[in-house]
């Protein structure tokens, strides 16, 4: 029986990466924590006092604004449908261009996988992209959000590598049978892909979702606009929207209001992100790892 020995190298490794570990959780719950119980507190005691557990200083005055608002509800529904519509695009377009380069046999796949790095790396500018979309009669639509994001070079690269993962011997097994590459590629590699495809979803999710400056730039129409926009003027410009203030008569309670209301609109964006991702993290580990350490 062998018995493996920790030296004291090893021990010291550990801890002190538990201990980092320990540091950025705490970096990350600690503003989290904040947000959170701001968003509930009585804005004169949080800007005079600051943070305050007593039940007394809360109020539901920041949320009551936000959702009584029209145009936030009307940001989400957007932010929504463009996360889902963006996702399915962008998770359907990177798998079939993952595919053909994961194959070895693919003539000039090496050409074809430099042209799609030099994409990560330099492109067309914000005025030829404009002018594409504006020329394309894309502004003020869906498309104009969801088709320049439909394609990730990096998410491609990981999707390869997980195809690549895969048992050669299942490809020439499906051909001993008759199977064609399409029949192979939907019958037998994307559920074998499934951790993969979840990480993709994930991430171009979040990033649609967290998305503002594509959405300004090609969207001029209020009711297209995404919550990130609407929450832009929140958080950045310091002005709620006209129907939060309608019943605050001096400017200083509309300041405070503003403050307040920075808060509670963080804790209402974040909340589709923070139910979503437990349902994909027993795929999230699996597919990054995978995806990134071969290839």
């Known amino acids: 029986m062998i018995v493996s020995k920790t030296t004291i190298g090893d021990y010291l490794f550990i801890k002190t990466g538990m201990l980092l570990l320990g540091i950025f959780t705490l970096l990350i719950v600690i503003p989290v924590c904040y947000v959170l119980i701001a968003s509930f507190m009585d804005p004169t005691v949080l800007q005079n006092q600051g943070i305050s557990m007593e039940i007394k200083n809360w109020t539901l005055l920041a949320y009551k604004k936000v959702f009584e608002n029209r145009m936030i509800w009307v940001g989400f529904r957007n932010s929504l449908v463009y996360s889902v519509a963006s996702t399915i695009v962008s998770v359907a377009v990177t798998m079939l261009a993952a595919y053909p380069m994961s194959r070895k046999k693919l003539v000039g796949r090496k050409i074809i996988n430099i042209f799609f790095v030099i994409t990560m790396f330099f492109g067309g500018g914000l005025i030829p992209t404009y002018l594409l979309i504006s020329n394309l009669n894309m502004l003020d639509t869906i498309w104009a959000v969801i088709i320049p994001n439909a394609f ?10 997980y195809y690549q993962s895969v048992p050669e011997e299942l490809h020439e097994a499906s051909q001993i049978d008759g199977a064609s590459e399409l029949l192979f ?20 999710f979040v990033g649609m979702w967290n998305s503002y400056f594509d959405p300004m730039v090609y969207l001029n129409n209020a009711e297209m606009q995404p919550l990130q926009l609407v929450l832009r003027s929140i958080l950045i410009q310091n002005t709620p929207e006209p129907g939060m203030i309608a019943d605050i008569a001096s400017l200083a309670e509309m300041s405070k209001l503003a403050e307040l209301l920075k808060y509670s609109t963080i804790v209402v964006a974040s909340l589709p992100l923070l139910i979503m991702y437990p349902f994909f993290n027993k795929y999230f580990e699996k597919g990054v790892l995978i995806g990134s350490v071969k290839g």
């Open 185 to 204: 590629f939907f019958k037998i590699m994307l559920p074998v892909c499934k951790p993969i495809i979840a990480v993709i979803a994930l991430y171009n």
């Open 152 to 161: 990730n070079v990096w998410n491609m690269i990981l999707a390869r590598t």
